[in-house]
């Protein structure tokens, strides 16, 4: 913004001359203001946009998928860090994107403002004299009648018919039509300026969450009890979150059970009580793709959905040292799900478990797998680890992973120790360190919470510049003249016409004012 | 009917169609030929009646601007030549009607296949990469047989023909995946208004790229003639290249509004409804704002002098190659939540 202060101060300076030197503050600003705002420039900047867009769907983004960020990050060593300085894990919040798109909406302001009084001047402006050689223009025809008495007479009937604006001169008419080209052009311009205004306001006072919520289990809307939130850059904080709560009271899944396409989700829905303040009443609601939980400004998304084995850890000494049930997360379409159990208050020795959740499990030649989506034939595949008991450090630890820097995995027989559990049984780990029980599972359910506000103005802003481009796009401005002269002693009337839009071709137009014009019966008709 | 036998139908009309359609583009190749051996037989010099040659241009005002950049009409031509010129060009146009026929012809049975397809589904006809494809050769289709009374577009026959047997015949051979219900995500009326305008606007980018491939083609023979070359008659029949500018410029007018209600308007309450985020920058989303971005330049550039003609041809073309790329590299090369389910 400053440099339009500059320019605000550079312009008011009364010693100006009236003609600056060829670079000076002055016509240096204008000379710099002329070029972002050109043609020219828009259409250098569009080509820009286009192509700082494209590195984003190719380079993984961090705020889509911040995993394969880090797995992209350690394969390629050198290209990484490199990549990470452009700003390539997140091309739409680089300042080099920001720069293309806020020169862009400089030069379209800047760009059509302007040319508002230009054409409210325009608006108000009879069409022109007719140039001197008519014959010049794209559409010219020409013929001789006896005496042209009445012919701009029928030929202003004639234009005012095709709803030309017609303007009489001296032995001719100048006719002119499709003034709402312009007006569609400037309402499609400044309509893009509000559906950009809209989207920015979204990005800056929304948020979005995303929790994992185990069947039977609650959230209520605390940015702490998201898993992961993403607020706006102008967003507060609790204050700004409406403060509903919700409760996942049951979820249906249904998979294609044969055929081609065997395994693919088929339908999804998940049975909801909530309340819109803690002091509502509870209301219930069954969230479904595509049908979003409507509260106080924020929607409910259902997202995806995946497994929680609930399981009971005994240690070493027979205490309860874990119960409950763990998410895991589902590693491919048949929902072999991935997750760790943590014992950290096991004694004498913590206990961690890892390994995978498979909904309908066979062995197959690398071991067990799940080969459908649903819960055929569940079972708990893990393998266990010990250590010494650790000082609670408070950092945070992911839920999904086992950090096994200081455990030692179990053996048995000088193997790896592995378990395989259905429903309902147990087995005694290694050494006496305890038990573990897979007790079943529950299904959870991933939630997304949003709040985008300006999206109706995005959404009006877009519906207008539509309106505007379907304006400037099929309404054609065409100037037209019809003259009447002597010609060594004949009269002859010229009609001529031009398009001033981008199509070219006048079609058969002026044709077709010729034919209304010439008197009828057997004429000599000229062509150019 | 069940659902197998609707499949089966349109497992059998795809093909034909596909078949139909190569006949056509045959007939128009043999266009193309006949325009070539024409000039061999006519001594280069006879410049045929331009009013003959361009006898499938539009309006008086093409015709009248076709005499000009052709080197004038003038009764230079011999009466010999002319007559073989005459003969060698109805038989062009014989084979031109015979294509356009053709293309019409399978048209219909098109239409079936996509009809049948989406009844055996129970849905809309585009929910893997296979209906996407015989959907939006068929939307190529319906583009050009509007235009092609509207604008005079037989000459486009040739390209038109080729791009959807080349697409149907790919979709048969590599892309079929039979007939099955939707995943949840694609349940939504959006998804039908999204995409069939993504459909439409994609057929027109098609028959307006190659509108815009023919454009350069002619502009460049053009620019031989007025150095004192020659052209040939196939060549010659095609509108001058400023007519061609000018319909390639009213298809992609046509385009431009639709894409832009599809991509940023539909496309994005889909999402929300789905995603819960109307916009988030999915590979899909980007190569769609891509698309409309190089379109906006293309128009920009037509208002720019210096940029009209050639350089706003090459972005037409330019635009249309990343359309393609969103709709087959995006879907093939780039995961993300477009993907379709077993593509
Ligand atoms: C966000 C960037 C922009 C987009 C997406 C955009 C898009 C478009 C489109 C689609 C058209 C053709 C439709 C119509 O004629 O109304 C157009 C025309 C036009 N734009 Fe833009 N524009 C942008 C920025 C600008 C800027 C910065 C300028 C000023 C330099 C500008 C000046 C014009 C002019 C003068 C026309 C009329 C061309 C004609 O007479 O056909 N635009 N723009």
């Given amino acids: ?528 | 009917m069940s659902p197998e036998t609707y499949a089966q139908v349109s497992n059998l009309l795809i093909p034909t169609a596909t078949v139909i359609y190569v006949l056509a583009l045959i007939s128009h190749a043999m266009e193309w030929a006949l325009g070539r051996t024409a000039v061999a037989k006519a001594a280069v010099e006879q410049e045929a009646d331009a009013e003959v040659l361009v006898g499938s241009a539009a309006s008086p005002a093409e015709v009248g601007a076709a005499s000009v950049s052709t080197g004038s009409g003038s009764g230079a031509a011999g009466p010999s030549t002319s007559g073989a010129e005459g003969v060698a060009s109805e038989r062009l146009d014989a084979a031109s009607r015979i294509g356009l026929l053709l293309t019409w012809l399978a048209f219909v049975l098109h239409l079936g296949g996509v009809v049948t397809r989406g009844l055996a589904a129970g849905r809309v006809p585009w929910g893997n990469m296979y209906e996407f494809s015989i959907t939006a050769s068929l939307a190529v289709a319906i583009v050009y047989l509007i235009f092609v009374q509207k604008y005079k577009l037989q000459w486009l026959g040739l390209g038109v023909t080729f791009v959807i047997s080349a697409v149907l015949g790919l979709a048969s051979l590599a892309l079929y995946t039979p007939a099955g219900p939707l995943v949840p995500a694609l349940h939504s009326y959006w998804l039908v208004i999204h995409v069939s305008a993504a459909a439409i606007s994609g057929g027109a980018f098609t028959v307006g790229g190659l509108v815009s491939v023919l454009y350069l083609v002619k502009a460049r023979a053009e620019r031989k003639v007025l150095e004192g070359g020659s052209m040939s008659a196939s060549l010659r029949r095609l509108p001058t290249a400023e007519a061609m500018d000018g319909t390639a410029y009213k298809v992609l007018a046509f385009a431009f509004p639709l894409w832009t209600f599809g991509v940023l308007v539909a496309g994005p309450i889909w999402a929300e409804h789905a995603w819960g985020r109307y916009w988030g920058w999915d590979p899909k989303e980007v190569w769609s704002l891509v698309t409309w971005v190089v379109y906006a330049a293309y128009l920009h550039a037509r208002a720019t002098a210096g940029w009209r003609g050639r350089r706003a041809a090459t972005i037409a073309i330019v635009g249309w190659f990343v359309f393609i790329f969103n709709f087959v590299g995006v879907n093939l090369l780039v995961s993300g939540l477009h993907s379709y389910a077993g593509v």
């Avoid at chain 1, 894990?89 to 680089?94: A, E, G, L, M, Q």
């Avoid at chain 1, 102008?234 to 395994?263: I, R």
């Avoid at chain 1, 401005?477 to 009609?495: A, I, K, L, N």
């Fill in chain 1, 1 to 528: 913004m400053s440099d339009v202060k500059d320019r605000i101060a550079a312009s008011s300076k009364p010693e100006e001359p009236p003609t600056p030197p060829a670079m000076g503050l002055v016509g240096w600003l204008r000379w710099t203001w002329r070029q972002l705002t050109s043609m020219k420039t828009a259409l250098v900047l569009l080509f820009l946009l286009a192509l700082g867009a494209v590195p984003g769907s190719l380079v993984p983004q961090t705020p889509i998928d911040p995993i394969k960020v880090s797995d992209f990050l350690a394969a390629h060593k050198t290209l990484g860090p490199i990549y990470d300085k452009l700003g390539l894990f997140d091309v739409y919040k680089s300042a080099w994107f920001s720069a293309i798109y806020l020169l862009l909406f400089i030069s379209l302001i800047g760009c059509v403002v302007p040319r508002l009084s230009v054409y409210a001047k325009g608006l108000r402006a009879r069409p022109p004299k007719p140039p001197r050689n008519l014959n010049r223009l794209p559409g010219y025809e020409r013929f001789e009648v006896d005496g042209g008495d009445g012919v701009l007479e029928a030929a202003t009937r004639e234009l005012r018919k095709r709803r030309f604006r017609v303007q009489a001169y001296d032995g001719a008419v100048g006719a002119e039509r499709g003034y709402l080209r312009e007006a569609g052009n400037l309402l499609f311009h400044f309509s893009l300026i509000l559906a950009l205004v809209g989207v920015a306001w979204g990005s800056l006072f929304g948020y979005r969450g995303s929790v994992l919520v185990v069947v039977g289990n609650g959230f209520s809307n605390t940015v702490a009890q998201y898993d992961d939130f993403t607020p706006g850059r102008a967003f507060s904080g609790d204050d700004d979150l409406p403060p509903f709560s919700l409760t996942v009271k049951d979820f249906q899944v249904k998979f294609q059970e044969d055929g081609p396409q065997k395994g693919a989700a088929r339908e999804f829905k998940a049975q909801l009580a909530y309340q819109e303040t803690p002091d509502a009443p509870e209301k219930s609601y069954e969230l479904q793709v595509n049908h979003p939980l409507k509260l106080d400004g924020s929607s409910v998304y259902l997202l995806g959905h995946g497994y929680a084995p609930r399981v009971t850890v005994k240690d070493g000494q027979g205490n309860v040292a874990f119960s409950g049930p763990a998410p895991f997360l589902p590693q491919d379409s048949n929902f072999s799900s991935f997750g760790v159990i943590k014992a950290p208050d096991a004694r004498p020795m913590t206990l961690g478990f890892e390994g995978f959740f498979l909904p309908t499990a066979v062995i197959g030649p690398d071991g067990p797998v799940s080969v459908f989506p649903d819960d055929l034939n569940p079972e708990l595949v893990m393998t266990g680890y010990y250590g010494r008991p650790q000082p609670e450090t408070g950092k945070p630890e992911s839920v999904y992973q086992l950090d096994k820097t200081k455990l030692t995995q179990f053996q048995q027989n000088g193997d790896k120790w592995r378990f395989q559990l259905a429903p309902g049984q147990t087995v005694p780990l290694p050494d006496k360190a305890g038990s573990i029980t897979f007790d079943g599972y529950s299904r959870w359910v991933k939630l997304q919470v949003s709040h985008t506000p300006g999206t109706d103005l995005a959404l009006a802003g877009i519906l207008l510049a539509i309106l505007g481009l379907m304006g400037s796009l099929f309404v054609h401005p065409r100037r037209t003249w019809v003259r009447v002269r002597d010609e060594d002693g004949r009269t002859v009337v010229e009609v001529a016409g031009l398009d001033r839009g981008p199509e070219r071709g006048l079609g058969d137009e002026i044709h077709a004012i010729t034919k209304s014009l010439r008197p009828a019966g057997p004429s000599k008709e000229e062509q150019p």
